[in-house]
C-alpha cells in the first residue's frame, strides 16, 4: 500500500528492518558490529572492520549538520512533482561526520518537505531528527537545532 | 608486474546508427545495424567474429544479435555491469579476451531506446524501495540528476566550484557538437546567457547540466595487434584498461563514505595509469564520461588531470575546448550535445581521434583517453596510436 505514489521503504527488508523499527519507536539508530561496536551506514551484513555477521542497534543522538542538499524540479514522479520544489538533504551525525543520512529539512514532525524556502538552507547548519508518520511508515525527517 | 594486455590488441572496426528520438528500427535492429557497420569498417566478415562482449543492462541478447548479424561459433562472451560505467570495461574486456586467445575477433556493443520514458531506469522504480534505495528515494532523491545534484552542492562548497565551471563544460561540449553533423545538437548553439537562465531539473544542476536523451547503437570491433595491422583502418591499439569499484563505494550515492567525493575516477585510475607507460601529462584529449556536467569536474580530478578540487579552475579560459585547450574533452559533443548512449559514443570517439578523423581533430592525438561512467563502478581505457 503506497501513499498516493510516494516512495516508501520495504519496513521489512531484513538487512535494514531493524533501522526503521527504531524510527516507529521514534530513535535515530545505527547499525553497529555486534563484536567490534563499529558503526555502519547504510546496514550491511557484515563488518568490514572484523568480519563478524553478529548486528547491534545503537541508538544515536539524533543530531547533526547538513552535509548537503538538493532542491528538485520536474520533470519527477507525479507524487514528487506535486511537491516540487521541494528539499533533500544528507545529514552527518553530530557524533561521526562518517555516518550519515539522507532526508529532508522540515519545520516539524508533520511539515511538509516544500515548506522551508529551500534559499535559506546551509550546508553545515545543526539539525536535529523529527520523525514523521506516512502512511505504514514511519521516516526521519529533521528540523533546525536551534528553530 | 604481471605481463599486461598493453599494445595487444586494437580497436579496428567501429560502426553506428543514427541517433535520434522515436526511431522506428528495434533496439536489436540497431544494435545489428552498428555491429554489421563495425565489421564493414573494419573489413572483416560477420562469420569470423568470435567474442562478444555487452553491458548487463542491453536488452539485446547474444543470442539473437549472433544469428541476426550471421556471427560465427562465439568461443567468449561477457557483459559488465553498471549501466553507463560499464562502456569501456566491454571494450577492455573483449580486449582481454583476444589478448589471451579466447576468441580473435570481438565484437562490443551498446544499443538503446533511451528517448522511449518507459527505458529510464528511474522511471521503473517499483513503490516498496529495498537495497541501497531505501536510504536516499524516501526522501525524493529519485534520479540520476539528483543523486549527482547532491555531490555536486557539496564540491561547490569544498572547493569552491561554481555554475560557471559547470557552464564551461556545457559549452565546451556544444561548440564541440556544432563541428559534428551527427551530433544531436549539431545545429543548436548555446550561450552562457541561456545557460544561466535555463530551468532547475535538481538545484544546482540545470537543463543544460544533464546529458540528452537518445536513441541509437554503437559497436567496435576487436581483434590483436598482429591482425590490426592488416584491416582497413588504422588501428587503435588498446594500450591500458581498467575498471574502478573504490573500497565502500555506494552506487550513485555515493554519500556514506569517509570522502565522497573520492569516487570511482580515482581507483580506476590507480590502475590505469600503473599499467600504461604514459600519464596525465601524455594524454593529448579526452573523452570523459557525461551524463552530468560536474562528472567532468570529478574525473578531472580523479583520473590526474589537476590536483584535487582543481576540477573546476581547469576547465577556465577554455583549457577542455578545441583546438587551444590543453585537454580537448568530448570532441564530438559527448553525452551532453551529440548523443547519450550510455557513453559508448565516447568509445567510438577516442578511436576517431588516434585515426584522425574526428569532427574537432586534434593534432598529433597520439594518446587518447576514454572514461566510463563517474559517480558508478567505471573503467577506462587508454588508447594508442602506436603499439
Ligand atoms: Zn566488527
Known amino acids: 500500500m503506497t501513499v498516493s505514489g510516494l516512495l516508501l521503504p520495504d519496513v521489512d527488508d531484513p538487512t535494514a528492518a531493524g533501522f526503521w523499527a527504531g524510527c516507529a519507536r521514534g530513535e535515530l539508530l545505527v547499525q553497529a558490529c555486534g563484536a567490534c561496536g563499529a558503526w555502519r551506514m547504510p546496514p550491511r551484513p557484515m563488518c568490514p572492520h572484523c568480519r563478524s555477521v553478529e548486528v547491534r542497534w545503537d541508538r544515536t543522538s539524533g543530531r547533526g549538520r547538513i552535509w548537503s542538499f538538493i532542491v528538485p524540479h520536474p520533470p519527477l514522479l507525479p507524487a514528487y512533482a506535486e511537491l516540487a520544489p521541494y528539499n533533500a538533504i544528507v545529514v552527518e551525525l553530530e557524533e561521526d561526520p562518517a555516518i550519515r543520512y539522507a532526508g529532508n529539512l522540515v519545520t516539524g514532525p508533520e511539515g511538509a518537505i516544500d515548506e522551508i524556502d529551500p534559499a535559506t538552507i546551509r550546508i553545515g547548519e545543526p539539525v536535529r531528527v523529527v520523525f514523521a508518520t506516512v502512511g505504514d511508515v514511519v521516516l526521519p525527517r529533521w528540523v533546525r537545532a536551534d528553530g | ?387
Open chain 2, 1 to 387: 608486474m604481471a605481463e599486461t594486455i598493453k599494445g595487444r590488441t586494437a580497436v579496428v572496426g567501429i560502426g553506428q546508427t543514427a541517433f535520434g528520438k522515436g526511431l522506428p528500427d528495434t533496439e536489436l535492429s540497431l544494435a545489428c545495424q552498428a555491429i554489421s557497420a563495425a565489421l564493414d569498417d573494419a573489413g572483416i566478415a560477420p562469420s569470423e567474429v568470435d567474442g562478444l562482449a555487452s553491458f548487463n543492462m542491453e536488452a539485446d541478447r547474444e543470442v539473437d544479435v549472433a544469428r541476426s548479424v550471421g556471427l560465427g561459433d562465439i568461443t567468449f562472451f561477457a557483459q559488465v555491469g553498471y549501466g553507463g560505467g560499464a562502456g569501456c570495461g566491454v571494450v577492455g574486456t573483449a580486449a582481454m579476451a583476444v589478448a589471451t586467445g579466447q576468441c580473435e575477433v570481438a565484437v562490443a556493443w551498446r544499443a538503446r531506446k533511451r528517448a522511449d520514458k518507459a527505458s529510464r531506469p528511474w522511471a521503473q522504480v517499483s513503490q516498496r524501495i529495498t537495497g541501497h534505495w531505501q536510504w536516499t528515494r524516501p526522501f525524493g532523491i529519485l534520479r540520476p540528476v539528483d543523486e549527482v545534484a547532491m555531490l555536486t552542492r557539496r564540491h561547490m562548497h569544498e572547493y569552491g566550484t561554481t555554475r560557471d565551471h559547470l557552464a564551461n563544460v556545457a559549452l565546451a561540449f556544444r561548440k564541440h557538437a556544432n563541428r559534428n553533423p551527427l551530433a544531436t545538437m549539431g545545429h543548436k548553439t548555446l550561450t552562457r546567457d541561456e545557460y544561466m537562465n535555463a530551468r532547475w531539473i535538481s538545484e544546482p544542476l540545470c537543463l543544460y547540466d544533464n546529458c540528452l536523451e537518445t536513441d541509437g547503437a554503437l559497436a567496435v570491433v576487436i581483434t590483436s595487434a598482429e591482425r590490426a595491422r592488416d584491416c582497413r583502418q588504422p588501428p587503435a591499439y588498446v594500450h591500458a584498461f581498467a575498471q574502478g569499484l573504490p573500497r565502500q563505494h555506494q552506487t550513485m550515492t555515493n554519500y556514506f563514505t569517509d570522502d565522497p567525493l573520492r569516487g570511482p575516477a580515482w581507483a580506476a585510475a590507480r590502475r590505469l595509469w600503473a599499467n600504461a607507460d604514459v600519464g596525465p601529462q601524455d594524454v593529448k584529449v579526452a573523452q570523459l564520461y557525461d551524463a552530468f556536467s560536474p562528472l567532468i569536474i570529478l574525473s578531472l580530478e580523479g583520473y590526474g588531470f589537476c590536483g584535487r578540487g582543481e576540477g573546476g579552475p581547469f576547465t577556465d579560459g577554455g583549457n577542455i575546448e578545441w583546438p587551444d585547450g590543453r585537454l580537448p574533452v568530448n570532441t564530438s559533443g559527448g553525452g551532453m550535445s551529440e548523443a547519450y548512449v550510455h557513453g559508448f559514443n565516447l568509445v567510438l570517439e577516442g578511436v576517431r581521434q588516434i585515426r584522425g578523423t574526428s569532427p574537432c581533430q586534434v593534432d598529433g592525438a597520439d594518446v587518447s583517453l576514454v572514461t566510463s561512467g563517474e559517480g558508478v563502478p567505471t573503467s577506462a581505457i587508454v588508447f594508442t596510436k602506436d603499439a
